[in-house]
């Protein structure tokens, strides 16, 4: 059962994109978590402004249940990124020319960047 699971998530992770010069590039799981690090990091700092006086006021609103949880989320991507490069706690997952994958992190990569992307765009639905 393991075995249908991964393919899929294979294909999902390993998309491609065109550059400036139009080649296909085809991003790394690295690559892929480094971007929605940053993406995410975007749509809370957002959220966060938008929201911080009524968050501050009410924090149980759903809005800010949302936010609280896509920090969480980030966090959690950061860490499966630190894994799957051999980073240290705490090293700059923003340069991952350095990353040396590590295979069995790999699954935990995938799925915080999944659950990543769930957060941006629901805080993407919220930020006018």
């Not at 957002?46 to 924090?59: D, E, H, I, M, V």
């Not at 249940?65 to 966090?75: C, D, G, L, S, T």
């Given at each position: 059962?393991?075995?249908?699971?991964?393919?899929?998530?294979?294909?999902l992770?390993?998309?491609?994109?065109q550059?400036?010069?139009?080649?296909?590039?085809?991003?790394t799981?690295?690559?892929?978590?480094r971007?929605?690090?940053?993406?995410?990091q975007?749509?809370?700092?957002?959220?966060?402004?938008?929201?911080?006086t009524?968050c501050?006021?009410?924090?149980?609103q759903?809005?800010?249940?949302?936010?609280?949880?896509?920090?969480?989320?980030?966090?959690?991507?950061?860490?499966?990124l630190?894994?799957?490069?051999?980073?240290?706690?705490?090293?700059?997952?923003?340069?991952?020319?350095?990353?040396?994958?590590?295979?069995?992190?790999?699954?935990?990569?995938i799925?915080?960047?999944?659950?990543?992307?769930v957060?941006?765009?629901?805080?993407?639905?919220?930020?006018?």
């Amino acid at each position: 059962m393991k075995q249908f699971f991964i393919i899929p998530m294979l294909f999902l992770f390993s998309y491609a994109c065109q550059n400036q010069a139009g080649q296909t590039v085809v991003l790394t799981p690295q690559e892929i978590g480094r971007d929605t690090v940053a993406s995410l990091q975007g749509a809370i700092k957002a959220a966060q402004a938008q929201y911080q006086t009524s968050c501050l006021t009410a924090p149980t609103q759903p809005v800010c249940v949302n936010i609280n949880k896509a920090v969480n989320a980030q966090n959690a991507l950061v860490t499966s990124l630190e894994a799957y490069c051999g980073f240290s706690p705490g090293t700059s997952v923003t340069d991952v020319s350095a990353c040396i994958p590590v295979a069995s992190a790999q699954a935990g990569l995938i799925a915080a960047t999944s659950n990543a992307q769930v957060f941006i765009t629901q805080l993407k639905g919220v930020i006018q």
